[in-house]
């Protein structure tokens, strides 16, 4: 059925201020609602989409921390494995970002979004990622153990997210001793220097 044009044109007509403010606000509130149901929201931090100053991943192994960067130098040694803890995953992509020496993740401040040690890696053929850095400071404004955070994905893995914290940390408690009796990809992890005083640490990521 056909509406009379006369009647459309009064519907539509913005004559009457009253009711064009109250349809402004019935639509407004419509899209808002809208946009709600699709799950639309604010754009995620630079650390939830994996961006560190828009660096690509280019192989499994990746520099983080200047020689220069003042700490303890550490590097970080892993795979990413199926849930069945044993099937290595390749071509995932691990991004790490972390506080610096003096618990600092900004220069001078506490921006995740805006992490100043940060880098993107591809796991091998058999899983594996390296990183170099140092070790992470606790932070300088007081809170949880100092720790290295973690997200990863890529084919058919949805982004998940992992944490690494060192066996002995004070802040751990008795959570922190005896590290080398959990699995490889349990989330406290022994720490030790080589020869060369280099902290070295393994870490697995098993996915979920």
Not at 26 to 46: K, Y
Not at 68 to 92: C, F, H, K, N, Y
Not at 183 to 191: C, D, F, L, N, Q
């Amino acid at each position: 059925m056909r509406l009379p044009t006369n009647r459309i044109e009064k519907a539509c007509s913005p004559t009457d201020p009253a009711a064009a403010t109250g349809v402004g606000r019935r639509l407004s509130s419509s899209i808002f609602a809208l946009v709600f149901a699709i799950g639309v929201a604010a754009p995620a931090s630079a650390q939830n989409r994996g961006d560190c100053r828009g660096q690509q991943p280019t192989g499994w192994s990746l520099r983080i921390a200047p020689e220069s960067e003042p700490g303890t130098p550490m590097v970080v040694t892993g795979r990413v494995l199926a849930a069945d803890g044993v099937t290595p995953v390749a071509g995932a992509t691990v991004f790490v970002f972390q506080t610096d020496d003096a618990g600092y993740y900004s220069p001078g401040g506490m921006d995740e979004s805006n992490a100043r040690l940060c880098g993107l890696v591809l796991t091998d053929g058999d899983g594996r990622y390296r990183f170099e850095t140092v070790r992470p400071g606790h932070y300088a404004t007081g809170g949880p153990p100092a720790h290295v955070h973690y997200r990863v994905w890529g084919p058919g893995i949805s982004r998940q997210s992992f944490t690494l914290n060192f066996e002995g940390d004070p802040l751990l408690g008795a959570r922190g001793r005896d590290a080398g009796a959990n699995p490889t990809w349990a989330t406290i992890r022994p720490i030790s220097p080589d020869a060369e005083g280099v902290l070295r640490v393994v870490r697995d990521l098993r996915l979920r």
